[in-house]
């Protein structure tokens, strides 16, 4: 995936957090991905950290979806967090 494409998707990802955080789910489901200080405007960031911020954002949602509604399996949101700390590994 091309770096403006993996922007793209990081920002429909947070759009999806918006939606979430106006219907009353927590902000604290998002923790980690406001932690990371990335956000889809920063274009002089490089891709990977596009790409960890597009996961953890993946991660957090999959868990508001697991916990809150069990649309996604919480084995799904799992494998999603370990997929972001290798993409987090694969940074440093």
């Given at each position: 995936m091309y770096k403006d494409e993996l922007i793209n998707l990081h920002q429909l990802m947070v759009y999806l957090m918006k939606f979430f955080v106006d219907y009353g789910v927590p902000d604290s489901f998002f923790k980690e991905y406001n932690d990371l200080s990335i956000s889809p405007h920063h274009i002089h960031r490089t891709k990977g950290e596009h790409k960890y911020a597009v996961f953890m954002l993946a991660w957090s949602?999959?868990?508001v979806l697991a916990e809150?509604?069990?649309?996604?399996?919480?084995?799904?949101?799992?494998?999603?967090?370990?997929?972001?700390?290798?993409?987090?590994?694969?940074?440093?």
């Open positions: 949602i999959s868990r809150n509604d069990e649309i996604v399996p919480i084995n799904v949101a799992k494998r999603l967090g370990k997929l972001a700390e290798r993409c987090k590994r694969d940074l440093e």
